[in-house]
Nanobody, 126 residues
């Protein structure tokens, strides 16, 4: 069973950095590709980044490329999202999710993910 809990969200100013985390209390974390999605008020949930089970492959949405970095520590059952040069438009609830399908061409679609965390709020002030 995968149980995901996000942490590390908060309020920061534009241009600042923030790292959010997602920990799995289960024993199968390393079997899953892990993704980050976000949802702003009144908007659809959108893909942010995904990392393969080994951490060797990553893929990012164009809107965060060069600013965000996804990485994982399988020994700690944790995936991270390092966010630099934050913009007000990055304001959203950020969700982590686990996909048993690995990192594929469909990894940007929420339907690929079986397990979701409860989300952590990130607010970027201008």
């Amino acid at each position: 069973q995968v149980q995901l809990v996000e942490s590390g969200g908060g309020l920061v100013e534009a241009g600042a950095s923030l790292r959010i985390s997602c920990a799995d209390s289960g024993r199968t974390f390393r079997r899953y590709a892990m993704g980050w999605f976000r949802q702003a008020p009144g908007k659809e949930r959108e893909f942010v980044a995904v990392i393969s089970w080994s951490g060797g492959s990553t893929y990012y949405a164009d809107s965060v490329k060069e600013r965000f970095t996804i990485f994982r520590d399988n020994a700690k059952n944790t995936v991270y999202l390092q966010m630099n040069s934050l913009k007000p438009e990055d304001t959203a609830v950020y969700f982590c999710a686990a996909s048993p399908s690995g990192l594929t061409s469909g990894s940007s679609h929420s339907s690929q993910y079986n397990y979701w965390g409860q989300g952590t709020q990130v607010t970027v002030s201008s």
